[in-house]
């Protein structure tokens, strides 16, 4: 097949409503999510993005969106998304638009503006409890600088400002922080278990109110794995019980995705560079102890 | 109908009259009034739009700008250190192309902390795209407003008006004002067309996108400079409108007593009427001396300027803000303003007023000696801070009990 | 003053690969400047870097516009963006081309380049190192002004965050480059500054307002993003077989591109104006139905079939 076949042909069936040709990088965990996520929300959506990889979406004249995007600046999504609601309340009130015409606002952040600089104004939207719906996509660190260590990097991963001996702080707990607001609705997911995210993000869209989406995002640039690795790391998140699969409504926490048999933390960790002070040149058992025991204790917790 | 108001109140008229749609707020001093005002007549439904209380003036002024883009017409308002705290969305708007109005009450800023004005605070956002109007009485802060919509929303400037005044001199001061009808001013402000760069369902629209590389970058900011100086021309439209419609003048720089004056005043704010009573004193002793006061501060009238100044002996330029390690921005300003003329007047440069301190009466006088003595020997004096020897005598009590030594380490 | 441009991509150490050269140089007592130039794209995206070197302090920066020497460590490049590539190069600019292909290939390819050397990858040393290393070996050579000793060194300085085996390896293969093109030792000449007199006006204009639904970064239009071909990123290619496919289309939710579209046939088709060649597909597909082939193969194949049908 050549690069022409696709246009040749005229025979395709389905396109990706979220447009390709965007730069992210190859293998990027966060823009395999985001298809899946646009597929279900439609064009009928205004993205506020917050600085981050994803702002590189839309460089002008280019965006992949068949709907509409506002960029707003680091700390301020949700306030842009807030703004962005009200008015489109007004105009439908004031009778100026017709109700065919109104949008949702989707923010769309990384973990660097949602486990941090934006999380006063996520806090706010959800005081306020603003109808939308936030989308963070979490590759554990500052990714669009050349990832650097956040709030949301998990402990001893290298980073371009933790590359001695990883990152020593605790990835917060931002699923908990968002439910403590009693959103209408709080979910954790991964764009490599397709049919978990989409239930969320069907759900999520039935609701009304704040409703957000903690999506990890394997990261090949970031988290030192060859790009064809993406999906696997990403399942490996889930079934060693790294990455929760849950949700908030109702007052309640479910998780959706119970590993059956959770698979040893350090399959998932040996396979990243980030992680790979503590495989060579001496294997770090007591720190890989720890680490696996953070994970049992969270489990040992859950039903 | 005339009513006494304060400079918050006339404010919060100003808005209520132009129809906002959308009202994004966050309390701070001594701007307040104008927001409590404005959820009053929500509440009552005197007025129909929706206000929303944001976190900070940031996320405050990020939802206004969203709004706008959406396509509502919007009003918000702050002061001082939120002005600031909102900064990096200010020339977010501008660059946006967002009309809306931004009322800021002038206060000075931290540190040291405190809450009278000096101009501070709207001079830090001179550069941000946002247009500046700048108002010396409750009346002009009404009519203000009502200009700065049309301004913004002239299509041949879409860009966001910041119209300031100065806190406790205006902000808590009650004046008559003359608060027009709802008709008159329909019949002055058409309703709001956001035009083509506004967001709904069924049309894709992208704003305020990334763009890579210098050239394009250039072009979009060069575009708001330029849409800022068509500014001037449509102001002088809107303006004259204005008259047209309401009987008064908001020309972009007020001249009074400035006929036949061989010396002139220049500064902005409410103190400005201060000066306009010392011209009338000084006129009454026979001296020949006006005011000039730009209302207009962005797009800066510069040709303006330069008519009214063209064979004027000298000007006192009162700044009321201190650029750290330079000195007065106005000063600056009329000076690069003026450097074309063949005959320039002399300029001495005055900074006085910084958080709220008096201009006394005495100090205009005195100013005009000074320029005068100026024009007739040829030497112009430096940039004097206006501060007496009792306040430095009080200063001095200040410190004596706060301790230290008083050398340099 | 010698003004050296690499052309690579993302991935392929053209940055450390102008740090090396430019540490060389400095090393032998040049005045240097080295910088990367990239734009928001990534991994596998064309990247460029620029070294300069002169006996007097460096005042020019950022582009050169008219090269001594033109790096290009990723072949593909030159069929995709010759313009980039070439730009600026003139008679005595010399083209330095690391391909299996032979020179005279090229020299038919591209008649415009002058002078001409083609690297070829060495199948003994530095295997699965990446272009960058070879390409400041031979470019070190090419100058003839940067002797081993100090090419090592700067080998050693700007890979010293990494383990020694790691060091040695590229030590190894620096010096296999050196000798790989040392017939062309010094081919490389300082190149002159520009005269006044030859230097183009700029042909500056006055911008005028425009109006703001054009003068605003806005886009009224959805997905032009397809327009951008980061297909022109993938150094390998996935291809799907369809005898070995049960249109299970798990690669098409797979894709971080939205890549792979549904032919009307049911089977998968590869977007490959898109396609980054990230390879999910190649290690997701259940039935090993998809595989990874280089570009450089695939569009051997394209020719092969393309003259099959003459």
């Not at chain 3, 077989?241 to 998968?268: S, T």
Request: aromatic share 8%.
């Amino acid at each position: 097949m050549s690069e022409q076949d696709v246009a040749r042909t005229g025979k395709k069936r389905r396109q990706s409503p979220l447009g390709a040709g965007t730069p992210m990088c190859a293998g990027c965990g966060g823009l395999q999510a985001l298809h899946q996520i646009y597929d279900l929300v439609g064009d009928k959506t205004v993205f506020v993005n917050a600085a981050g990889c994803m702002t590189l979406l839309s460089i002008y004249p280019f965006t992949p969106f068949p709907g509409s995007w506002l960029y707003t600046a680091m700390a301020c999504a949700p306030a842009g998304a807030q703004g962005v609601r009200d008015a489109l309340d007004v105009l439908l009130s004031k009778g100026r638009i017709r109700p065919e015409q109104d949008q949702l606002p989707v923010v769309l952040t990384g973990d660097g503006s949602a486990y941090g600089m934006g999380l006063s104004a996520t806090s706010a939207a959800i005081d306020r409890g603003l109808d939308f719906l936030y989308i963070c996509y979490d590759n554990e660190g500052y990714g669009n600088t050349g990832h650097q260590y956040s709030a949301a990097t998990p402990t001893g991963a290298r980073t371009a400002t933790s590359r001695v001996d990883g990152y020593s702080g605790v990835k917060k707990d931002l699923f908990t922080i968002w439910s403590a607001h009693r959103p209408a609705y709080v979910a954790t997911a991964i764009g490599t278990e397709p049919a978990d995210l989409a239930r969320k993000v069907k759900k999520a869209l039935s609701l009304r109110g704040p409703r957000l989406l903690l999506v990890l995002a394997p990261c090949p640039t970031g988290w030192g794995f060859e790009p064809a690795r993406m999906v696997e790391i990403g399942k490996l998140a889930v079934r060693t019980g790294i990455w929760p699969l849950k949700e908030y409504s109702d007052g309640a926490v479910q998780h959706t995705m119970v590993p059956s048999k959770r698979v040893a933390v350090e399959d998932y960790l040996h396979l990243q560079g980030r992680f790979r002070h503590l495989f060579v040149p001496v294997r770090n058992d007591d720190k890989l102890a720890a680490l696996q025991l953070q994970v049992d204790d969270y489990w040992s917790h859950i039903d | 109908m005339r009513k006494l108001l304060t400079g918050n109140s006339a404010a919060a008229w100003g808005a209520r009259l132009a129809e906002v749609d959308y009202l994004p707020v966050f309390p701070i001093t001594p701007q307040t009034e104008i927001i409590e005002t404005l959820a009053e007549w929500v509440d009552r439904s005197e007025l129909d739009a929706r206000l929303t209380t944001l976190e900070s003036e940031h996320s405050m002024v990020t939802a206004a700008g969203a709004a706008a883009a959406t396509g509502v017409r919007v009003f918000t308002a702050t002061s001082s250190q939120g002005l600031l705290y909102a900064m990096e969305m200010l020339y977010n708007l501008a660059g946006w192309r967002t009309p809306l109005v931004l009322v800021n009450v002038s206060r000075g800023l931290s540190a040291p902390i405190t809450l009278e004005p000096d101009h501070n605070d709207v001079l830090a956002a001179r550069d941000s795209g946002f247009l500046q109007l700048h108002c010396a009485t409750c009346q002009e802060v009404l009519d203000g407003v009502l200009l700065g919509y049309r301004l913004a929303e002239d299509m041949r400037v879409r860009l966001p008006v910041l119209v300031n005044l100065d806190g406790f001199y205006l902000s808590f001061t009650r004046e008559p004002v003359i608060i027009p009808t709802q008709d008159q001013v329909r019949a002055f402000l058409p309703p709001f067309d956001p035009g083509r760069n506004r967001f709904r369902g069924g049309e894709p629209v992208s704003q305020a996108v990334a763009v890579l590389g210098g050239g394009t970058y250039s072009y979009f900011r060069y575009q708001a400079h330029l849409a800022a100086l068509e500014a001037k021309k449509v102001f002088q439209e809107i303006s004259a409108d204005f008259k047209t419609h309401f009987g008064r003048a908001f020309d972009a720089i007020e001249t009074y007593r400035c006929e036949d004056a061989d010396i002139l005043f220049v500064m902005m704010g409410s103190f400005a009427t201060k000066a306009r009573e010392a011209v009338d004193r000084l006129r009454d002793d026979g001296r020949k001396v006006g005011l000039l006061r730009p209302r207009l501060l962005r797009p800066f009238p510069s040709q303006a300027f330069v008519r009214l100044l063209s064979g004027r002996a000298g000007v006192a330029v009162i700044d009321q803000n201190l650029s750290t390690g330079l000195g007065g921005v106005l000063y600056t300003e009329l000076a690069a303003a003026l450097y074309p003329l063949q005959r320039r007047p002399v300029l001495v440069s005055y900074v006085g007023g910084l958080g709220g301190r008096d201009i006394t009466a005495g100090e205009f006088y005195a100013m005009v000696e000074e320029v005068r003595q100026a024009v007739t020997t040829g030497r112009v004096p430096p940039p004097r801070l206006l501060f007496t020897e009792s306040e430095m005598q009080s200063v001095r009590g200040l410190q004596r009990i706060a301790g230290g030594k008083g050398r340099d380490a | 003053m010698y003004r050296i441009r690499f052309h690579g991509r993302g991935g392929q150490g053209i940055k450390t690969a102008s740090r090396i050269l430019g540490t060389a140089l400095f090393l032998e007592g040049f005045e240097v400047q080295d910088a990367p130039r990239y734009g928001a794209e990534r991994r596998g995206a064309p990247i460029f870097a620029y070294v300069r070197a002169d006996d007097a302090p460096i005042h020019e920066r950022g582009v050169i516009h008219r090269p001594d020497l033109v790096v290009v460590a990723d072949d593909t490049l030159l069929t995709i963006t010759p313009a980039q590539v070439l730009e600026g190069i003139a008679s005595a600019s010399v083209v330095l081309i690391y391909s299996v292909r032979s020179e005279s290939w090229w020299r038919q390819q591209f008649p415009q380049i002058g002078q001409m050397v083609v690297l070829r990858p060495d199948r003994g040393t530095g295997v699965g190192l990446p272009a960058g290393i070879f390409c400041a070996g031979a470019a070190a050579a090419l100058l003839g002004t940067v002797s081993r000793e100090a090419l090592v060194k700067a080998v050693e300085e700007e890979l010293a965050a990494h383990d020694s085996a790691l060091v040695e390896s590229n030590r190894q293969a620096v010096l296999a480059a050196y000798e790989a093109v040392s017939v062309s030792h010094g081919m490389v000449h300082s190149g002159v500054p520009q005269p006044v007199a030859k230097t183009a006006a700029p042909a500056w204009i006055d911008v005028s307002r425009d109006a703001v639904d054009i003068a605003a970064p806005v886009i009224h239009a959805g997905t032009t993003s397809r327009l951008v071909k980061t297909g022109l990123w993938r150094t390998r290619r996935p291809v799907i077989d369809k005898e070995k496919c049960r249109r299970c289309l798990q690669c098409c939710a797979w894709c971080p591109e939205g890549g792979i579209l549904v032919g009307e046939d049911g089977f998968p088709m590869i977007d490959y104006e898109h396609c980054k060649g990230c390879l999910v597909c190649v290690a997701q597909c259940p039935f090993k139905a998809i595989r990874a082939i280089p570009e450089a193969q695939a569009k051997e194949e394209r020719d092969a079939q393309a003259s099959d049908r003459q």
